[in-house]
């Protein structure tokens, strides 16, 4: 190769790379298209509830379009698979962090790792109760804990994803209770059958319960959360009934691909919080649907996820419960 063809290669190559760097988009100009908030829960979820109230206030500070996708189901893997395998800031996770936080425990082979899903915004505290149908004779926790040693293998109960399922798991077998699990894909169809005692016991987000609840149908029984909800400020929460170990707060925020830039998830933590501060609609419906408005940046929900996570793992010591992968 001539010298004139070297340099010219030189050239070329240092051009491509100044074009490069000019065309990365900074992060004040995110997002250049539409935007895709994936849930792991389904419509009428507390996640949902706040999702939508965000996306339509954020879509309009974006100047672009947020949609809400809900892909329920495999207990919030579904969401999670299709979130991780689009590889696309603009393809982001709206979730409990206690959806998948107990994975580990619960699940061989997961289609993802705990490092892909980079924490964004805290959004709420979603709170999440124990409910029984309004015929039940079941009015405390005390009162469930005599009807399951009285009937074993007689209760059928549901629960939520992830964490909340495996705490009530926990303490059900800590307690030798013998209840079935029925599952399901779309949370708001346990309500229902709750609603009919086709189901006897619901560890459910207080928003999925409260319709039932409001038709006279179902009751909560105590709250999973350290503080009571000012939905229901009555209902006990489970260390007040005297069942500590129970205790687990539901942090519900978004997700980015760890390849987006701290710069970038500080910049939407901080549109999120500006919209939700500056709307008082937000903070009222989130109360009224049994959730604590709860704003934070990456830092903030990464150590809230951690000390969660914490919680978790000393549930899972005390049964000696090991992790399967």
Same mark, same amino acid.
């Given at each position: 190769m001539s010298r004139l063809s070297t340099v010219c290669s030189i050239v070329a190559a240092l051009t491509f790379a100044a074009t490069a760097a000019v065309a990365q988009p900074s992060p004040q100009d995110w997002p250049t298209r539409s935007v895709r908030f994936l849930l792991t829960l389904g419509a009428g979820s507390g996640t949902d509830i706040g999702g939508?109230?965000?996306?339509?206030?954020?879509? @309009? @500070?974006?100047?672009?379009?947020?949609? +809400?996708?809900?892909?329920?189901?495999?207990?919030? +893997?579904?969401? +999670?698979?299709?979130f991780v395998g689009a590889h696309d800031d603009h393809v982001l996770l709206l979730s409990p962090s206690s959806s998948f936080i107990a994975h580990p425990y619960l699940h061989d082979n997961l289609p993802y790792k705990p490092e892909e899903l980079a924490p964004i915004a805290r959004v709420s505290s979603t709170f999440v109760g124990i409910a029984v149908p309004a015929v039940s004779s079941v009015h405390s926790m005390k009162d469930l804990l005599a009807l399951a040693n009285a009937k074993p293998g007689e209760l059928n109960w549901a629960g939520t994803t992830g964490a909340n399922s495996f705490m009530f798991e926990a303490w059900l077998r800590a307690n030798k209770l013998d209840l079935k699990k029925v599952p399901y894909r779309n949370a708001v169809d346990a309500g229902r059958d709750l609603a009919e005692n086709r189901v006897q016991v619901y560890e459910s987000a207080v928003a999925i319960a409260q319709p039932q609840v409001e038709m006279g149908k179902v009751r909560f029984i105590a709250v999973l959360n350290t503080v009571r909800t000012p939905a229901y400020p009555d209902v006990p929460t489970v260390a007040e009934a005297g069942y500590p170990a129970l205790t687990i707060d539901g942090l519900v925020g978004l997700f980015g691909p760890p390849s987006m830039p701290m710069a970038l998830r500080e910049r939407i933590a901080a549109d999120i919080k500006e919209v939700m501060e500056s709307d008082p609609i937000i903070k009222d419906r989130l109360t009224k649907t049994g959730q604590l408005f709860a704003p934070g940046g990456p830092a903030e929900f990464g150590a809230s996820i951690a000390a969660q996570r914490a919680v978790v793992d000393a549930a899972a010591k005390a049964l000696g419960i090991q992790k399967r992968q």
């Open positions: 939508r109230l965000l996306a339509d206030r954020l879509a @309009k @500070k974006w100047g672009q379009s947020v949609v +809400i996708e809900n892909k329920p189901g495999g207990d919030g +893997i579904v969401a +999670i698979a299709a």
